[in-house]
Structures are given as structure tokens and as C-alpha cells.
């Protein structure tokens, strides 16, 4: 070795036992926030910035560009073959209100946003039937601890099994480790068990809420809904008679299904001012395109195609607290309005 290349070699070992190996390391840092203060970054920017961790690749994978969330999405968008037909889902979205009428709380839609859903085709499905099994699992108000029985605990291992046999989690699950970012289906399937399911505290302590609850059911803190981005659950709540549609401030040009819509709603007697949701996309659809978004920008707009659409979505980690060695939980993921 060159003297130059040995003292640098020394100096560099020197600063590492001086400031922590911890400091230099994307080790448990992976999908952190900006902080101008680290000496290297491992966030999904840091590649752009040319200031990654040397480690960053090796720890938290290969970066994913907008254009190859683009091309995924669009291949998932592809391989959706649960999704509805024009003959098994029909909606009545009626009222289109401006945006600054969305805190109004007015009702403006007498008629239920779903007139007409085939549940013998499409609930009898395999990810159909296993993620409705889900929905009765919470406590729907922040502050109130969830605990789940081994037979529910079950029915998220169903849930997870089912999806993954799935053309879209397959779709997923090959480009994630071409990218280095799984080695296996099974160190998958465990990550997203906990990124989705575990549980973190939205209010007073409680372990009150997970990616999946406030996504795929929604919540209710301070007296407002939060979350509920699923069609289906909104389908269910308004057929019990527990979720009054009001109106939508946007509509996204795709056509057929899924739909992006944004709508007002009452659930459960509180106020929903903007609730964004992909309506008539299969449970592994939504599942699989919020997590390849999760992972891809967390914290940012997550850009995709489907169907030759440009859509946005936008993603938040839970940073408060974390699991296995740093990772992050899902907080929220939606389709942002165009």
C-alpha cells in the first residue's frame, strides 16, 4: 500500500473511533429524515446529493429512481386481475364541490356513493374475503389500546399469504430484490407483517394504531376521522348505515377502475374533509402500491403511472418509534388530489 493510501486509510479508521462507527453507518438509519447535521445520509435522496453513507447501498439497497416507480406501477396496474368490471362495481359519486367547500360539512349527495356491488364474485375472492376479516380487528378511536387474539393475529398471516400468491406482490416482490432490498420472499413477507401490522401510539401511550389500520380502516383523533383510504371499507360502513356520503372535490381522469376520488364524508358522526381512495382496485393493488411507494419515497410524493395516468402519491413513515434495527412504520399512505 502507498504511504498516501496508508495514512488515509489510518486517518479514516481514527475518525471513525473518534465520532462512532454509528455516525458513518446507514445501520438502522435507513429512510431517515434530512438532518443537516450528519455527516452522511441514508435517505432516498442522498444519492442525488452524493452525500450517502459509504454503507448506504449495501444496508438499505439501491435507490429507486421516479422513473422506475413509474414503470412498476404501471406493471402492477397490469397485473390487477381482481379488480372490479364496469358490471360488478357501479358508483353514483353525484356532487363535485370546489376545495374550499370541503370543510363545509354539508351534505350535498342524497344517495349512496355505491349504488351496485357484485359481493358474491367479488368478496368471495381469496384477498377479497381475507382482508374484509380484518376490519372488525380495531378499536376505531385513537387512545384505546388494540389487542389481538392468536386468531387474529391468524388472520393477518391469511391476509399476507394470500396477497403474496397474487401476479402483483409476485410483480413487487421482484423488483424489491433486484434492487437489494429483500433477499428472500419469506424476510418479505415478515417486513411488511411489521411495517403494516405493528402497533405504535397515535394518542396518550395506547399501542392504538398500525399502516393498516389507519389506511385500510381509518381512525378517529380529536373528533375527526383520520386515514380511511379504502374502497371497500367505505363500501361496508355505508351499506351498515354507519358512513353518509356527502360529496368529492376531485375526480382523476383514469378510466374504468380503479377510480381516484377525493369525497366528504360522516363516519360514524365525525367529519371526514378529504378522503382520497382508489375505488374498484383489489385489496393487493392498493396494498402493494402504497408499500413500493412506502419504500421507495418515504416522507415524499411517490409518482406512478397506471394506465398511462400520471398519479401522486404521498407517504409517511411513523418516526416516533421503530422496529427491528431502525426501520420505519408505515404512517399514512393516499393518492394525492391533481
Known sequence: MKPAALLTLLLCSATARHIGYSELSCEGRCG??????????????CS?????????????????????????????????????????????????IDNSQTDGQ???????????????????????A??????????????????????????????????????IMEELYSFLHSKKKYKTVEEFKEDLKKMWFGL???AYGAQDSSGFEHIFLGEVKKGIVSGFHNWIQFYLAEKR?????????????????????GMQFDWNGFFKEVGSEFVGSSPEFDFAIYTLCFIAKPDGVCRVRLGGTEVEIQTYTWSKTS?????KYVASAYPRSP
Not at 109 to 125: A, H, T
Open 130 to 167: 381475507a382482508f374484509i376479516s380484518l376490519l372488525n380487528n380495531y378499536q376505531w378511536m385513537t387512545g384505546e389500546d388494540e389487542e389481538f387474539t392468536p386468531e387474529q393475529i391468524m388472520e393477518q398471516d391469511n391476509f399476507l399469504t394470500a396477497i403474496m400468491e397474487t401476479p
Open 200 to 202: 405504535y401510539s397515535r
Open 32 to 45: 431517515e429524515s434530512y438532518n443537516p447535521n450528519d455527516l452522511c445520509h441514508c435517505n432516498s435522496k
Open 106 to 128: 354539508v351534505d350535498y349527495s342524497p344517495e349512496r356513493f355505491y349504488s351496485y356491488v357484485n359481493e358474491e364474485v367479488l368478496f368471495s375472492r381469496p384477498t377479497y
Open 241 to 261: 348505515g354507519e358512513l353518509n356520503y356527502y360529496s368529492h372535490n376531485f375526480n382523476n381522469p383514469m378510466t374504468g377502475y380503479p377510480d381516484i376520488l
Open 48 to 96: 442525488r446529493y452524493n452525500n450517502c453513507c459509504e454503507d448506504y447501498t449495501l444496508i438499505c439497497g439501491e435507490p429507486i429512481t421516479d422513473a422506475e416507480t413509474r414503470s412498476v406501477s404501471e406493471r402492477l396496474y397490469l397485473k390487477d386481475v381482481n379488480k372490479p368490471t364496469a358490471s360488478e362495481l357501479q358508483i353514483n359519486p353525484q356532487r363535485l
Open 323 to 327: 422496529y427491528g434495527n431502525g426501520k
